[in-house]
């Protein structure tokens, strides 16, 4: 066989395998609903839909139905500036604050050992915020106030954060009382038990299985002379096994002892062994997580449950009334106010005003309204409950405790939303996405919701809504035990307990 004879079958194969591949890519079509991020030999950049399952929805202008548009990609914030004196700390500011703190003598001998426990914006005063004018007036100064631990000591300080070196000036700290727990130390927290002998032994004497359980830091306090000067607080533990719910199983008598500062277990307390877990069954109330068993169902004479009625997606008549101006300012039928995320109150309405119809002239209604506190004292004086004294703003916080809001469930199609930049620990920014939302339904009643803090990885909610022929404008953030909902025109701000 000759070398030109090799050449001119292997020219024929090339050939022939090139028109297989052309015939099986217009002859041959796979399911639409096969999703992988695994790209292809045919890859053109066009996104997810080009895939080692379908490569030919990778060419250009194919146009193919079945391709899935990209996700948007939500702001980064990192561009964001103040439009109002009100305006809440940028991302840029949060780490101008950060960069200063860790300069300052006070903490540059161990940067590493500053925890950030809150930063806020230093508001101007009244008199010189009702007397700015857009456009006409440049902002006032921007200062910032944060509240900081080092070493075991509190730290209140002021942080200028106009041009220049950017002073930071120490301000006076309270007598008594601690900082607001920040998330980083919540969640440490909820996993110091477990390193602890004696409380592993509790758990394993009640045939509780430690994969099933969750511990949570119930409430900062003052337990007694020997715990002086010391930052202290307790935990109780849940069972999760078999529901979401776990606050329904509930370890009774099991309570453990934490300074916060270090994580150490100082003491375990275990004076119910003999107080039975309560039944999972039934606790678990997401809807399609309890359903009946067909004969169940049918032995309570109906055949399944009734669909959950949600609120009206479609926006109303004429599109939405209201303007989400400058990012925090909202406009709506003769209304205007300030509208900003709060790590500790969750949202805070400002410079409320409404427009006289007799005169045309903007009358002052609201300066400043927030959620200011809420307080469960739980007045058990048994040993496992007496310290239960919720102070939920100030202890955990309406804000850092809050969850995006999710788009079509919580909020109808033409909503509006405000993403909030928090603070972690170590002085860094984050945003929480989604955590107000802005729109106008026609709705008489509260529609209350409640969601719980994701510790145990599990995303729950309950959302039942009512509706009738009122019109309002709706904001409201998700955050943990309350659900605040702020009515335009009456202004209450309503909490639920927990």
Not at 45 to 59: E, K, L, V
Not at 132 to 156: N, Q
Request: proline residues 9%; glycine residues 8%.
């Amino acid at each position: 066989m000759d070398h030109s004879t090799s050449l001119l079958r292997l020219i024929f194969l090339a050939l022939g395998a090139a028109l297989v591949v052309l015939v099986v890519r217009s002859a041959f079509r796979l399911p639409g609903d096969i999703d992988t991020t695994t790209t292809s030999l045919f890859d053109d950049g066009n996104g997810g839909s080009c895939t080692r399952f379908s490569p030919w929805a990778c060419r250009q202008g194919r146009g193919d139905p079945r391709s899935k548009p990209s996700k948007p990609r939500r702001p980064s914030h990192e561009s964001d500036v103040p439009r109002h004196p009100l305006d809440p700390l940028t991302v840029r500011e949060v780490n101008r604050v950060r960069e200063l703190l860790r300069a300052h003598p006070l903490f540059a001998s161990a940067p590493s050992s500053l925890f950030v426990h809150s930063l806020e914006l230093d508001e101007p005063e009244k008199s010189v915020v009702k007397s700015w004018r857009k456009g006409a007036d440049p902002l006032p100064p921007r200062r910032a106030v944060a509240v900081v631990r080092f070493r075991g000591e509190s730290h209140v300080l002021g942080v200028d954060l106009s041009e220049g070196d950017g002073a930071v000036t120490p301000l006076p700290v309270p007598a008594s009382g601690y900082p607001m727990m920040n998330m980083d130390e919540q969640t440490s927290l909820c996993f110091a038990p477990f390193k602890d002998e004696a409380f592993n032994a509790s758990l394993l004497r009640r045939g509780v299985r430690a994969s099933d359980v969750a511990c949570l830091p119930i409430s900062l306090g003052w337990y007694g002379p020997a715990e002086e000067n010391r930052r202290l607080i307790k935990s109780q533990c849940f069972s999760t096994e078999g529901t979401a719910n776990f606050y329904m199983r509930p370890i009774e008598g099991l309570t453990v002892l934490v300074d916060m500062d270090t994580a150490e277990v100082l003491h375990v307390s275990d004076r119910g062994a003999g107080i039975p877990i309560p039944a999972a069954a039934n606790t678990d109330y997401r809807h399609g997580h309890s359903a009946p068993t067909p004969a169940e169902a049918q032995a309570q004479g109906r055949h399944g449950y009734q669909t959950v009625r949600v609120p009206s997606m479609e926006p109303p008549a004429g599109g939405p009334g209201f303007e989400l101006v400058d990012g925090h300012t909202v406009r709506w039928g003769g209304w205007e106010f300030h509208l900003k995320p709060d790590a500790r109150a969750g949202m805070v309405v400002s410079r409320a005003r409404v427009q006289d119809p007799a005169t045309g002239e903007h009358r002052d209604v609201m300066y400043k309204g927030m959620a200011s506190e809420l307080f469960v004292p739980y007045m058990d004086p048994t040993e496992a409950w007496y310290f239960k004294t919720y102070m939920d703003a100030g202890e955990y916080g309406f804000g850092l405790q809050a969850m995006p809001l999710v788009p079509l469930n919580d909020c109808p199609r033409h909503a509006r939303y405000l993403d909030a930049v928090f603070v972690a620990a170590d002085g860094r920014p984050y945003v929480r996405e989604n955590m107000i939302c802005v729109f106008e339904r026609y709705a008489g009643d509260i529609a209350w919701r409640h969601s719980e803090s994701p510790i145990t990885g599990m995303d729950v909610s309950a959302n039942p809504y009512d509706s009738s022929a009122s019109r309002f404008l709706d904001f409201f953030p998700c955050c943990l035990a309350p659900t605040m909902r702020v009515m335009l025109l009456h202004f209450p701000v309503l909490v639920t307990d927990e």
